[in-house]
């Protein structure tokens, strides 16, 4: 019962990480920088555990070749899913970018279990599961999709060029799945989930600061610096180094489905908060009774397959 109240906590994590890295998107002017700084304060916050546990950070050779290559790149498919969600807001608009990779995550995380990919724990596809993935699909609808259909208007491609771009936010909420499955196989194998997200992400920074020297505006980090910005700017980078640990410690204990399941209940629930209260300079949206009829099914979905 502890590891489900951890995850669901994790999840309120996101809302904030997006908020703090909309953020500091507009101080630095371009989204690869703010990424570069979002990552680095995640690496150093893991680095900082690391010591502060006496946990190694650098593997060993026998961990190289033990673990998958593509196991350490598990920070660099992060990189491509955020870059990817950048397009999909601009060619898909809010509505669609949000939900699709939404959907195609929890189903692939369901996959996920059912096969043992990524050496998963199996955890066979039953009724009870599909029942209660149901239950959350149904609650997603109330609490995210209904509420932004008013209004909605066609934003960016149309027609095979949307039908591409649609495609690409499914395979975008499969690597978003299948990133938490990587870190979790990885810090199995080397048998430390501090260790295997801390290396993931010193690589996944290595790469994004050298894409940011080769684009000519890594200097622009320096404006991130001013006094006059609202420090929660910074919570992005901490928010992303709690959530890449624990999807490497939790995913083994409670499986990827339960777990992506709760992350998403604990994001659309601070999320309504938040956009109801206008907390970190959110939008203010009252929140329905539909939402809170939502939350409640995802919440029943969750228990119905974990019973």
Same mark, same amino acid.
């Given at each position: 019962m502890i590891?489900?109240?951890i995850t669901l906590a994790m999840g309120l994590l996101i809302p904030i990480q997006t908020a703090a890295n909309s953020r500091l998107r507009m101080v630095v002017g371009q989204a690869y920088v703010s990424t570069l700084i979002s990552f680095s304060v995640s690496t150093l916050g893991l680095l900082v555990v690391a010591f502060a546990i006496g946990?190694? !950070?650098?593997p060993t050779a026998q961990m190289l070749s033990t673990a998958?290559?593509?196991?350490w790149f598990g920070g660099i498919i992060a990189l491509l899913t955020i870059t990817c969600a950048i397009y999909l807001f601009k060619e898909l608009g809010q509505l669609q970018a949000t939900v699709i990779p939404m959907f195609s995550q929890l189903l692939f995380s369901l996959a996920i279990d059912h096969f043992g990919w990524f050496g998963a724990i199996v955890i066979p596809l039953d009724g009870k599961r599909l029942m209660g993935a149901g239950l959350l699909i149904v609650g997603v609808v109330l609490v995210a999709v209904l509420p932004r259909l008013r209004g909605q208007k066609t934003v960016g491609a149309t027609g095979?060029?949307?039908v591409v771009w649609q495609l690409f936010a499914v395979v975008?909420?499969?690597l978003m799945a299948s990133i938490g499955a990587i870190y979790a196989m990885l810090g199995g194998i080397i048998g430390?989930? !501090?260790?295997?997200?801390? !290396?993931?992400?010193i690589i996944a920074?290595?790469?994004?600061?050298t894409f940011c020297?080769?684009?000519g505006n890594a200097l622009r980090v320096n404006l991130a610096f001013n006094r006059n910005h609202p420090w929660w700017m910074w919570l992005g980078g901490i928010c992303g180094a709690i959530c890449v640990y624990g999807n490497a410690w939790l995913i083994p204990k409670i499986g990827a489905g339960v777990f992506f399941m709760l992350i998403l209940i604990g994001q659309l629930a601070l999320s309504m908060l938040m956009e109801h209260f206008g907390w970190l300079n959110a939008p203010r949206k009252r929140i329905s009774p539909l939402q809170i009829l939502g939350i409640i099914l995802m919440l029943g979905g969750v228990a119905l397959i974990r019973i």
């Open positions: 590891f489900l109240i946990a190694p !950070v650098l998958p290559w593509w196991s095979k060029r949307q975008s909420g499969c430390s989930a !501090v260790q295997a997200s801390t !290396v993931s992400f920074t290595v790469a994004m600061l020297l080769i684009k």
